[in-house]
């Protein structure tokens, strides 16, 4: 198949797609943000490369993935055929995907933890390749999720850089189900503040209007766009 590229603008946006845009367009608006300062992340783990095509026609170029083993399956086919298309990593990471990580996406959302940092740091030298790094905030301290604690956020950002020479570019959460989103937002963009990061990925389906009021400059984005899983 021969690479192409699509408007961003066309006139056959898919139904999710479309509302989504619109959406944050409007919460751009209100947050007196230009949209361009807000980048979307459609989440398309556990969808089909049938599924994801009509997004990437509409003009989409920047895809979240949960596991190694899904994109690493689906997305260098789908690459192929279409330019400029961005991978995220927004699920956990193991230090024995880190080779992998590094060689297929161009953001992991999801640096927590000393092991992490130590792979990454190796692969992204003997790569020579260097995606963009989020740092995860468990803002709710829930046992079950990824994720440093904030008390714990400035300590473990600077030995990113300073033991292991990791650039952070941001902090990425993810506020727990029952629990309003805007103060675990609101925390997120406290952190990286003081520590002199720009980026802030927050905000999925349910929520992102709220993030993007409090700063966020990724949201992450499945289900309004494909439908439920």
Not at 26 to 52: G, M, N, P, Y
Not at 96 to 104: F, I, P, S, T
Request: charge should be positive; proline fraction near 7%.
């Amino acid at each position: 198949m021969t690479p192409q590229e699509f408007s961003p603008i066309s006139p056959h946006l898919p139904t999710g797609f479309a509302t989504v845009e619109q959406e944050i367009a409007r919460a751009c608006k209100q947050a007196r943000r230009d949209r361009s300062s807000v980048t979307l992340i459609a989440v398309s783990k556990t969808f089909a490369a049938e599924a994801i095509k009509p997004v990437i026609a509409a003009g989409q170029r920047v895809f979240g993935e949960n596991r190694v083993q899904e994109a690493k399956a689906k997305w260098p086919e789908l690459m192929s055929g279409y330019r400029g298309i961005a991978l995220h990593l927004i699920g956990p990471l193991q230090s024995n995907k880190a080779r992998e990580a590094v060689g297929l996406f161009d953001a992991i959302h999801s640096v927590d933890r000393p092991s992490i940092c130590e792979a990454l740091a190796k692969e992204i030298t003997s790569q020579d390749r260097r995606p963009q790094l989020f740092v995860q905030v468990n803002t709710g301290e829930e046992p079950q999720k990824a994720g440093v604690a904030p008390a714990e956020a400035d300590g473990f950002i600077a030995r990113c850089r300073d033991h292991y020479g990791l650039q952070i570019s941001g902090l990425m959460c993810i506020p727990p189900l029952n629990d309003a989103p805007a103060p675990h937002f609101a925390l997120t963009a406290k952190i990286a503040a003081r520590n002199g990061l720009a980026n802030l990925s927050m905000g999925m389906s349910a929520d992102f209007a709220t993030a993007i009021q409090l700063g966020a400059t990724h949201v992450r984005i499945g289900s309004a766009i494909f439908g439920a899983r």
